[in-house]
Each structure stands twice: as C-alpha cells, then as structure tokens.
C-alpha cells in the first residue's frame, strides 16, 4: 500500500560528495516526520538526521555541518546531501517516514535501504 524508494547510494572517495533520495507513494494522507537512518558494518542502526512535525532538523554529531537534510512532505520526498565523505559513513542508509493514513492510521515505513561506501 505505502511504499518508499530509494536512490543514489554509490561507492565514492573520501572527501567526496553524495546525493540521497528518498520518494513515498501510496495511500498517504499526511506524513508527519521524515528521517534517515544508516547501519554500518558490525553496528546498530542509528539516527542521521531528520524532518520533525514542527519542521526542526536534527542531526546525528557525527554529521553535523557536512549532511544536510531537506524534504516536501506534500510532494512525497525526502533528500541527504552529503559532503566532506568520510570512510567512517559507509553504511546502509534507510529512508524512513511516519504516515498517516486516510482512516487516520499512524505507521512507521522504511526503505530497503541504499548503501555508501567511502573509501579511502
């Protein structure tokens, strides 16, 4: 019924720059948060950024001031600009959204995820 696709994940050098997005179709009446997530190798999943109710974008420490998120709920998607690439961001990222339905049903959706690899 809901579905999120992702793109843009590839392999690129350290100090390099990446484009991910994020795009929701379905039966969606609103969405109500936008975020990302990523997984490394041999770790848990993690918060990197995200798109709150009120519009607030937190970040994860470890991305502040290279990563930054923007998104249109009303048109449906979501966007990680990534700059300054470091080894230490290859990871799965996963798009994630809180949707409401039109019976007023709220759930969290995920991506399949999109992996970046930074090399060295």
């Known amino acids: 019924q809901v579905q999120l696709v992702e793109s843009g994940g590839d392999l690129v050098q350290a100090g390099g720059s990446l484009r991910l997005s994020c795009a929701a179709s379905?039966?969606?009446?609103?969405?109500?948060?936008m975020a990302w997530y990523r997984q490394g190798p041999g770790k848990e999943r993690e918060l990197v950024a995200a798109?709150?109710?009120?519009?607030?974008?937190p970040y994860a420490d470890s991305v502040k001031g290279r990563f930054t998120i923007s998104g249109d709920k009303a048109k449906k998607i979501m966007y990680l600009q990534m700059s300054s690439l470091k080894p230490e961001d290859t990871a799965l990222y996963y798009c994630?959204?809180?949707?409401?339905?039109?019976?007023?049903?709220?759930?969290?959706?995920w991506g399949q995820g999109t992996q970046v690899t930074v090399s060295s």
């Open positions: 379905g039966s969606i009446f609103t969405i109500d948060t």
């Open positions: 798109l709150t109710r009120g519009d607030s974008t």
């Open positions: 994630n959204m809180m949707i409401r339905s039109w019976n007023n049903d709220v759930r969290s959706y």
